[in-house]
């Protein structure tokens, strides 16, 4: 009864709401972070980012102004004023003045203080200290607040994150220099491969099955197992560490995946396209680019979608071939490791930073997508 011409079988929903739980749980994270960006240390302090669009209940410490700001009133000395700031709406539900009972008073009710006098403080956050005697100190009195505030969004964390401090120190200069690397370390192997991929495809010449054997046998190849080597190479020909080592790194270690993903889609190409162009006196190269690179297209972009991603969010490479004391150099990745040392505790700054390093892959993912599945698939079926 399930294949009845009209409903769909339950197999079919199952695959459905399966393939809608794993996006639900790929985007949860991802929303999760980009929320949380746009917050404030006591927010995020308060509670998850799923209750962002909430009030939230805080505990601040918040000093009241100094003695230096009384005021003589018929024999009292008066000091008055808010414990929040011009514009921050928040409602007082208990405040104190000791660490150890921070809920011990209610909005209205008055405290005694130990160096004489009272304190009150209403449910707006205004405050009223008098003492028959002048206050002393340099300092204003401190006060815990439980306070209620409303949901709250800021942009200072993207412009902490991407211009505030040096240029080796923001982030900005972190994207520019991740640019840098990825852009010429996806178009490289590409333009490589795509020859390569050709000329396994539909060239004929001595030793070809044993050099797409050898092509094959590079994906299983650990990266981690040519790191050394190379690296002692690029010290030993005067390259370096810099971007053209970097770049040359990406490119060997991505090209026996894009030689096999493009060989694949070529050979699946219509042969009667390319010996009619044959015998019209096409040359391999006028083939290549004019027949060739505009039906490969799927593939090239199913790949650049792999490499570009990769790319991007690599760490080990870039620590191995793109040191920079300076920090001039320094990629997203490698400037993320560095704020969990130095701002371990600003989880603001960490999830922005974050984002940050999210927003171009998950632009590139989307915008190029549609190409993703036709790529992996060419040549899987005649």
Excluded: C
């Amino acid at each position: 009864m399930d294949n009845i011409a009209g409903q769909k079988s339950t197999l079919t929903w199952v695959v459905h709401i399966s393939v809608a739980a794993l996006v639900v749980l790929w985007m949860f994270p991802t929303v999760g972070l980009f929320v949380s960006s746009f917050r404030t240390t006591d927010q995020i302090s308060t509670g998850g980012w799923w209750k962002a669009l909430f009030p939230a209940e805080q505990n601040l410490t918040i000093r009241a102004a100094a003695p230096d700001t009384q005021v003589n009133i018929d024999g009292m000395f008066v000091i008055e004023g808010t414990l929040f700031e011009e514009g921050f709406d928040a409602s007082v539900s208990s405040w104190g003045i000791s660490s150890r009972d921070i809920n011990a008073f209610v909005p209205g009710e008055a405290a005694e203080l130990r160096r004489g006098g009272t304190i009150t403080v209403d449910a707006a956050g205004n405050y009223r200290m008098e003492n028959t005697e002048e206050f002393s100190g340099s300092r204003g009195q401190r006060v815990f607040v439980t306070a209620t505030t409303p949901p709250e969004f800021t942009l200072d964390n993207y412009n902490k994150i991407l211009f505030s401090g040096s240029p080796s120190e923001n982030m900005g200069t972190a994207f520019v220099s991740t640019l840098t690397v990825t852009i010429p370390a996806t178009i490289i192997p590409i333009l490589i491969a795509a020859f390569a991929a050709y000329a396994l495809a539909w060239m004929e010449f001595p030793g070809r099955p044993l050099l797409i054997a050898f092509v094959v046998g590079l994906l299983v190849v650990p990266l981690q197992l040519a790191l050394i080597p190379l690296l002692k190479l690029h010290l030993g020909i005067g390259i370096g560490k810099g971007y053209l080592g970097v770049w040359l790194a990406h490119t060997g270690f991505g090209l026996p995946l894009a030689i096999y993903l493009l060989r694949n889609y070529m050979v699946g190409l219509p042969r009667d396209i390319i010996e009619n162009a044959r015998v019209d006196g096409a040359t391999d190269f006028q083939i290549f680019t004019k027949i060739i690179l505009p039906l490969s297209f799927p593939a090239l972009a199913s790949f650049a979608i792999f490499q570009f991603l990769w790319t991007w969010n690599d760490l080990l490479v870039a620590k191995v071939f793109l040191i920079d004391a300076t920090g001039q150099t320094t990629v997203m990745t490698n400037r993320i490791v560095e704020m969990l040392g130095t701002r371990g505790g600003n989880w603001e700054i960490l999830a922005t930073a974050g984002f940050v390093s999210m927003a171009v892959p998950l632009l590139v993912f989307f915008a190029m997508q549609k190409y993703l599945v036709r790529g992996l698939l060419a040549g899987s079926v005649k």
